[in-house]
């Protein structure tokens, strides 16, 4: 089990940037791999970047060239630097630990203005 606790959400006018974390409670080298998702209101839940174990990444379509997803694993925490933000990044962003079984965070809004 691992319990995931996000933080750095806000709001911020459209062109600004925010930097995201998800605190972990053991150690990230332990988990295969962590990603962050986010809700829209009205919408699925959507895949928007991730990191495995060995410390490859991915990110949506939407979001690349845009958003970094990076970690420090002595400090068990994963980030989400998201730069030139638009009102269409305007959603709930949850982390999540892939485990064999999906956890993840209690989520953070993000809100950005046009």
């Known amino acids: 089990q691992v319990q995931l606790v996000e933080s750095g959400g806000g709001l911020v006018q459209a062109g600004g940037s925010l930097r995201l974390s998800c605190a972990a409670s053991?150690?990230?080298?332990?988990?295969?791999?962590m990603g962050w998702y986010r809700q829209a209101p009205g919408k699925q839940r959507e895949f928007v970047a991730r990191?495995?174990?060995?410390?490859?990444?991915n990110y949506a379509d939407s979001v690349k060239a845009r958003f970094t997803i990076s970690r420090d694993t002595a400090k068990n925490t994963v980030y989400l630097q998201m730069n030139s933000l638009k009102p269409e990044d305007t959603a709930v962003y949850y982390c999540?630990?892939?485990?064999?079984?999906?956890?993840w965070g209690q989520g953070t809004q993000v809100t950005v203005s046009a």
């Open positions: 999540a630990a892939e485990l064999g079984y999906y956890y």
């Open positions: 053991r150690s990230i080298f332990s988990i295969d791999a």
């Open positions: 990191i495995s174990g060995g410390g490859s990444t």
